[in-house]
């Protein structure tokens, strides 16, 4: 199997597991059983080329779209590797375990033809330095893994929006088809709650993440649009949160 293939398996399999947890959901209300339990994921970033900063914001832009919260763990500016720890529901971080691996694969290398791409064509505008070269490369890099996190996590976002339209059929509200619709929604919505309060719980002093300074306005147009273009099986999954960075003492 190509990589390509993998992606995209990896990708159709994320999707059919989201469908299945929001059709979980709908069979809990259903039942009237407790919703989907609340869980821990630590996930391994890599710090190479100094663009770890720029990988777990795109990382927690993604889990963020899955109703997940998000405390970062070693986010220096070094090469070193960090930790992602992520806060969700079962279903949630199942998913996420799938699929991050996949779009970080297609992340990687489309920012590494595309900064070198970039390079080669600013090269010929003038005689920069090998300095400044690498400067802008890196600026370029960074901009588009954030910006590439950011559409990925728009995407599923907007797939998760259609999956709960498409739930709740028109003119069934008096039906118990639309009252399990609703209470499936209900769930969902209440796992974003559930999730904060767990957070807070387990993290409740957590310093603010610092946004990285560097910018490339060619580099995040670019990578917002390979973002939008990338293998989901979409289009892909779940819900609203946010990241910060923990102390190295915790």
């Given amino acids: 199997m190509t990589d390509a293939e993998s992606q995209a398996f990896t990708a159709k399999a994320a999707e059919l597991m989201t469908r299945h947890a929001i059709a979980e959901a709908e069979a809990r209300a259903e039942r009237g059983e407790e919703p989907d339990a609340i869980s821990r994921m630590d996930y391994t970033v890599p710090g190479v080329g100094g663009h770890g900063k720029a990988r777990v914001r795109a990382l927690a832009d993604i889990a963020a779209a899955y109703g997940c919260q998000s405390?970062?763990?070693?986010?220096?500016?070094?090469?070193?590797?960090?930790?992602?720890?992520?806060?969700?529901?079962?279903?949630?971080?199942?998913?996420?375990?799938?699929?991050?691996?996949?779009?970080?694969?297609?992340?990687?290398?489309?920012?590494?033809?595309?900064?070198?791409?970039?390079?080669?064509?600013?090269?010929?505008?003038?005689?920069?330095?090998r300095s400044e070269l690498e400067t802008e490369r890196k600026r370029y890099y960074r901009s588009f893994v954030r910006a590439y996190g950011q559409a990925v996590a728009e995407r599923i976002r907007e797939f998760?929006?259609?999956?709960?339209?498409?739930?709740?059929?028109?003119?069934?509200?008096?039906?118990?088809?639309?009252?399990?619709?609703?209470?499936?929604e209900l769930i969902l919505r209440d796992d974003v709650h559930r999730v904060n309060e767990e957070f807070q719980k387990q993290f409740p002093q957590l310093r603010k993440h610092r946004p990285e300074r560097t910018h490339s306005a060619a580099g995040a147009r670019a990578g917002y649009r390979r973002g939008r273009q990338a293998q989901l099986g979409l289009d892909t999954p779940l819900s609203s949160g946010g990241t910060s960075a923990l102390a190295e003492s915790d």
């Avoid at 970062?72 to 996420?96: H, P």
């Avoid at 991050?100 to 992340?107: D, F, H, V």
């Avoid at 709740?168 to 609703?182: F, H, I, N, Y």
């Fill in 160 to 184: 998760r929006a259609r999956l709960q339209e498409s739930a709740a059929p028109e003119g069934v509200s008096g039906s118990a088809e639309g009252a399990r619709s609703r209470g499936a």
């Fill in 71 to 129: 405390a970062v763990r070693g986010n220096t500016s070094e090469n070193t590797d960090r930790t992602i720890i992520l806060v969700g529901t079962v279903d949630a971080l199942d998913a996420l375990r799938m699929l991050m691996p996949s779009i970080s694969m297609q992340m990687e290398a489309s920012a590494k033809f595309m900064s070198s791409s970039h390079v080669t064509d600013i090269r010929e505008l003038r005689n920069y330095t």
